[in-house]
Structures are given as structure tokens and as C-alpha cells.
């Protein structure tokens, strides 16, 4: 090969070795190699945050809805959500979600008893008030409540996926609603805010 043909070759072989990960593919994609500072990531930018306020109050209507006339003039009981891996704990969101669905749950007209008021309801250190389908039988009695509504959470990379359910006495769920907030730097603040 010719002088100036090995001086092109190797100015071409720089030019690769220059301009960084986009051009090193033999080495593997730039996600194998930001460990080691061979590639830039750039940070992650969150979605705006969703009006929690607006989206809790509309789902509570959307639990009501299917409700009887006569069942509207029970007693409520709304429990802190629980976080969907760890149901035996909650969040500062778990507990804002469930003080804005009894806000949505009084105003549609609904007696929602406030279960900080009852020395009767366990509540769990920084944890939030906690029941599930099988200890609500026990739980209305001591309440003098009909309804239970209750409801997790789950974190995606996005959006915090939220599942409610209004129960009866028995357990039986008579209405559910799921919906999504984006996970925005609020919402992600209040998923790790200290308890």
C-alpha cells in the first residue's frame, strides 16, 4: 500500500477514534460503556406533574357511580393507598391521595368518617391507616361504617399507576376505578419524601 494511502487510513481510523460513542460501535452501544465515562447520558428530564387534586376527585365521582341512591347515604371509611410491592406501606402520596378521594367522596354529598378521630382503627406509625378486604367486617363495626374505599400504587419509569376499589361490609368490591398521574418532580418528591 502507498504512503499516502496508510496517511488517509489512519486519518480516517482518528477521526473514529475522536468523535466519541456514536462512532465506536464495535465496542459495544454507548449504554454498556457510560459506567466508565466512554459515552455522556443525558439526565432525565420528568414529565410535568398531573393535577392530583383534579384526578382524585374525579375518580371519587367515578366510584359513586355506580352506587344506589340508598347506598350514598352510607358511611365511608378511605384508607391511606399502599404502595403495590410492599402493601403494608405507604407514602406521603399514598396519604395525599387518600385525604383528596374523602375530599371528592364529601363533596359529592357522602359522610366520610375521619379515621384519625377513632382510637378503635390501628394506625401504623408513619405508615398511614391501613385495612384490607378481610379486617374491614371487624373494622365497620368499631367505625359504625358501611363502605371501605382502598386502593395501591405502583411506580413506572413515567406515570404512577393507581388502582382504587370502594368495598362493602363484606368485602365485595362495588366499584373500582384506575387512572394515572405522570411522575413528575413533585409526585417523585412526595414517593420519597421521609416519613
Known sequence: MKRGCWACLLGVLGLFALSGCAQRLAF??????????ECYRPPVVLPPDGDLVATTRQAAVALLAPLSATARQQRLLVSSLADINALETTSALGRLL?????AGFIQAGMQVVE????????IQQNQGEFMLSRDFAAISQAQAVD???????AVGQQQVYINLRLLNRAGVALASHAFVLPLGADTERLLHEPA
Do not use: F
Request: glycine letters at 10%; aromatic letters at 4%.
Open 28 to 37: 459495544g452501544d454507548c449504554a454498556d460503556r457510560v459506567s466508565t465515562g
Open 98 to 102: 387518600a385525604e383528596s378521594l374523602a
Open 115 to 122: 379515621p384519625r378521630l377513632r382510637n378503635t382503627l390501628l
Open 147 to 153: 363502605l371501605l374505599a382502598v386502593g395501591t400504587y
